[in-house]
Nanobody, 130 residues
Framework: QVQLVESGGGLVQAGGSLRLSCAAS????????MGWFRQAPGKEREFVAA????????YYADSVKGRFTISRDNAKSTVYLQMNSLKPEDTAVYYC???????????????????????WGQGTQVTVSS
């Protein structure tokens, strides 16, 4: 399994930006598709974005499309989430996840449906003030 550690969360004003990082260790990072999820207080964890093994394909939840960008650096075993034009409703704990499904369509289906995923990070808090 791969171990994941998120960083980069914090407090930001509405309209601002943050970049989250997720560093992986253990098994070969490039053998996993990666995703970001978030969980707001009192709500279920929800899918945010996914990226394929090489980084050539990405997929976003409608709520963040056009504002968030997922990327990865396989040489650094790190996945990023650039968050721009932040809104108070983006406030949540953000988690990165690693999935070894066979195809990117399978990865998307797994992540969007909330099905079991190979590895999770511990989360990083993002708070957006109005």
């Amino acid at each position: 399994q791969v171990q994941l550690v998120e960083s980069g969360g914090g407090l930001v004003q509405a309209g601002g930006s943050l970049r989250l990082s997720c560093a992986a260790s253990g098994r070969t990072f490039s053998s996993y598709a990666m995703g970001w999820f978030r969980q707001a207080p009192g709500k279920e964890r929800e899918f945010v974005a996914a990226i394929s093994w090489s980084g050539g394909s990405t997929y976003y939840a409608d709520s963040v499309k056009g504002r968030f960008t997922i990327s990865r650096d396989n040489a650094k075993s790190t996945v990023y989430l650039q968050m721009n034009s932040l809104k108070p409703e983006d406030t949540a704990v953000y988690y990165c996840a690693a999935d070894s499904s066979a195809t990117f369509n399978s990865v998307i289906a797994t992540m969007v449906a909330g099905l079991p995923i190979d590895s999770w990070g511990q989360g990083t808090q993002v708070t957006v003030s109005s």
